[in-house]
């Protein structure tokens, strides 16, 4: 996708956080006498921008490399090739030492609310730990203060500070997850299926949680799920993602109501519906066979295998991301078809 | 915490009763005494010596005493080492015991420690693969062969180092005898170490550090390493009760005047009193190390509450 089309969504305000073509490959080491590496292609080929206050939603299946994406993005993990540019500073690479002072801009929370957190430390040293590393000049009462504010706007009581993660049910161990990726105000969170792991009352309280602290402080999110409900509630933009390459990506509404790529169609057909008569008429798309191992993905576009519209072409030629419009992108030969 | 510990402590008193008991009857079903020798004594005189030290009552009459005894805080005199009591033999071999032995573990600890943390951080390089293999090796080759090949090497053919012998205490004479004792030690560490410290740099909660921007080096020490020294601490508690009451074949082959020595030539002699007192002195500190090892693990692991 050319770096005109990526932008023109923007309309002209200026992207936080610019990802092109990033690339995260694991080798993966084969055969018993014989060895050879193959790269696993976790995340290949994904290119976006990301706006100051604004939601990206990222869905797809398991093992689609969503959460590489997150983890490539935050230079936890070390990207194979692409760039990431944090307002206007390449980060991609960066030993930990260099990635030090971006890291309070950009926090992540992680899926499993529990193990995310060292259950040797009481919940205030947890949350209190991005301060002593960012903020050395405040003095342990000052900490001791923010923690106790910051607690109160995710809903844990401030006497809680001297507890320890097991003493927390996964709701409340995720509000501590939140707490501790917003004390030092970021500018990105980036949300790696933050609510998979939670009962669905317990999920809704924590993505309007998440929700009302970007409007108090305009975060910008990017929002990782597989529940497509989830991320229509939260997200402004949509990308889906499949076998690690970007298939669509368009504005919230665009994407539900006109989706173009054959595999987000099928995503969206199986969403169930609240209404039993709707529930019950709807046509569902639904996928023929499994997901392809990504040691060895299919040749030309990644989804050919499974999707109905396939023909030789898809075998030959990968489809990059076309312009549907200015807020729409898609990769796939037929996009014009539907 | 202090509740706890008395408690534990209390309960320790059964466990006890139960070893002296085992250990009084399996030292009476060996054969031989205290006093054969090669040449039978006359009859009248070993009658003597029995009434002596009242082996001629019957068994269970002796037991009572000894029990009766020993709540006394009297151990009973040595047969061997006559005009001494077996508390006199503890009190001067144990002291040379402890200090032999806090020296090998805490280098044990020191070097274990550090090496396993290095090879986990390297995990699969050539630095893992050395380590491991040095502590494959420290763990196979027993205390019988290392002794006897360092004091080859350093005594002998270096001549750095007396072979043998105590000097009065003299550093250079305990440096052998301490490397023996914690070379196998250091090794066991090492890889215990390594095992759970691979693990724990998996976690979830290591991730979470890293995102937070820590430097790797206290992600490592405040995060991962109070974790995974958790089984280093509970092997610690048995090891440091073994290495500390002397090990009979070190002791033996480095000519060292330690409770370890005592306990061998008791055993030999048959001197009842003494291996009985060295055997209630050891199982008393296993029983302190092992409360010692769990009042630890509780405030390494809040998740472990000693209650």
Known sequence: MSDAAISRSGSGRKPILSVRGLKVYFPIVIGGLIRKTVPLKAVDEVSFDLYPGETLGVVGESGCGKSTLARGILQLLQPTSGSVVWLGDHIEGLPAAGMKKYREDMQIIFQDPLASLNPRMTIGDIIAEPLTVHRPELSSEERKQQVREIMEQVGLLPLMINRYPHEFSGGQCQRIGVARAMILRPKLIVCDEPVSALDVSIQAQIINLIKGLQDSFGLSLIFISHDLSIVRHISHRIMVLYLGNMMEMADKRILYEHPRHPYTRALISAVPLPDPELEKNKKRLVLEGDLPSPLSPPSGCVFRTRCPLAQDICAREKPTMTVVSATHQVACHFWQKS | ?307
């Open chain 2, 1 to 307: 915490m202090l509740n706890y510990a008395v408690r534990r402590l209390l309960s320790a008193i059964p466990t006890l009763f139960v070893i002296i008991t085992l250990a009084f009857f399996m030292m009476r079903l060996a054969p031989g005494g205290p006093f054969d020798r090669e040449k039978q004594l006359p009859p009248e005189i070993e009658a003597n010596i029995l009434r002596a030290y009242n082996l001629d009552k019957p068994l269970y009459e002796q037991y009572v005493d000894y029990l009766t005894n020993i709540v006394r805080g009297d151990f009973g005199p040595s047969y061997k080492y006559l005009d001494f009591t077996v508390t006199d033999l503890i009190m001067t071999g144990f002291p040379v015991s402890l200090r032999l032995g806090l020296y090998a573990i805490v280098i044990a600890v020191l070097f274990g420690v550090a090496a396993g943390t290095v090879a986990a951080l390297n995990q699969n390089s050539t630095f893992d693969y050395l380590v491991m293999g040095f502590a494959m090796t420290g763990i196979v080759i027993p205390n019988f062969v290392m002794a006897p090949l360092l004091a080859l090497v350093f005594g002998v053919y270096l001549s750095l180092l007396p072979v043998a012998g105590w000097g009065g205490g003299k550093l250079q004479y305990q440096i052998l005898p301490v490397i023996t004792l914690a070379l196998p030690q250091i090794a066991y560490i090492a890889r215990l170490t390594r095992g759970s410290m691979v693990e724990v740099m998996n976690s979830n909660f290591i991730r979470t550090a890293r995102a937070k921007g820590l430097a790797e080096r206290i992600v490592v020490v405040r995060h991962a390493l109070r974790g995974g020294l958790l089984p280093v601490v509970s092997y610690l508690g048995p090891a440091t009760a073994a290495v500390i009451t002397g090990s009979v074949v070190i002791e033996s082959i480095f000519d060292v005047p330690g409770i370890g020595r005592y306990f061998v030539n008791g055993a030999l002699n048959r001197d009842y009193p003494v291996v009985m007192g060295v055997v209630i002195f050891y199982a008393v500190l296993i029983i302190l190390l092992n409360l010692l090892v769990d009042l630890l693990y509780g405030f390494l692991d809040p998740r472990v509450k000693v209650e």
